[in-house]
C-alpha cells in the first residue's frame, strides 16, 4: 500500500507500467542468479531493465555501511529510494537485496504507487544456502570471523505474504526466472 500521492504509474517507452521487483532471501539462495536471468529476458523483449545487486550497491553506494541493524536499515532505505528514481524514469528496476527486515521491506513497498512493487522472496534451506556458500560467507560466519552475518548470527525475517514465493530447491534458477517473467505479463 503506497503512502505518497505518487503521480500516475510511470509509462515505459513501449507503453508498459514501470515496477520494482524486489528479490529477497539469505545469501546463497539464489536472488542475484534469478534476478540475472530476469533482467536477460526482459531486454531480450526490449523493456528497459535496471538491475541494483546487493553486493555491487555495498561496493558503492552503500561501502559507508557495515552490517548493524542500523547500517542495514539505512543500506535497504538507500537501495529503494535510488529503485524509486528509477521507476520514476520509467525503468523497470529489479533489486536483488538479502533485506532481512520485514518492516525495511515494508518501507521499501510503501514508496511505491499499488501494483509497482512485487516482493519475491527467494526461498532456500539455511542449510542448502550454506552447503553452495558461492563467497565462503557461512564458514566463516561459523568459525566467528564475521559479525551481523544474516541466517548464522542476525536474523532473517522471511515475508510472511510474499507477491511471489520460488522455492529453489524445487526448479532451477531459469524457471524460475520464467515463472516471474510469465506472472508481470510483458
Not at 3 to 10: C, K, M, V
Not at 60 to 81: K, P, S
Not at 137 to 159: D, M, V, W
Amino acid at each position: 500500500m503506497s503512502t505518497r500521492n505518487d503521480p500516475a504509474p510511470a509509462p515505459l517507452a513501449q507503453g508498459r507500467a514501470a515496477r520494482c521487483i524486489w528479490f529477497t532471501g539469505l545469501s546463497g539462495s539464489g536472488k542475484s542468479t534469478i534476478a540475472q536471468l530476469l533482467e536477460q529476458q526482459l531486454r531480450a523483449r526490449g523493456l528497459h531493465i535496471c538491475l541494483l545487486d546487493g553486493d555491487q550497491l555495498r561496493q558503492g553506494l552503500c561501502r559507508d555501511l557495515g552490517f548493524t541493524h542500523t547500517d542495514r536499515v539505512e543500506n535497504i532505505r538507500r537501495a529503494a529510494e535510488v529503485a524509486k528514481l528509477m521507476r520514476d524514469a520509467g525503468l523497470i528496476v529489479l533489486v536483488a537485496l538479502i533485506s532481512p527486515f520485514r518492516m525495511d521491506r515494508q518501507l521499501a513497498r510503501e514508496l511505491f504507487p499499488d501494483g509497482e512493487f512485487l516482493e519475491v522472496f527467494v526461498d532456500t534451506p539455511l542449510a542448502e544456502c550454506e552447503r553452495r556458500d558461492p563467497k565462503g560467507l557461512y564458514a566463516k560466519a561459523r568459525r566467528g570471523e564475521l559479525k551481523n552475518f544474516t541466517g548464522i548470527t542476525s536474523s532473517y525475517e522471511p515475508p510472511l505474504a510474499p507477491d511471489v514465493h520460488l522455492k529453489t530447491c524445487e526448479a532451477d534458477a531459469t524457471a524460475l526466472a520464467d515463472q516471474i517473467a510469465a506472472l508481470m505479463q510483458f
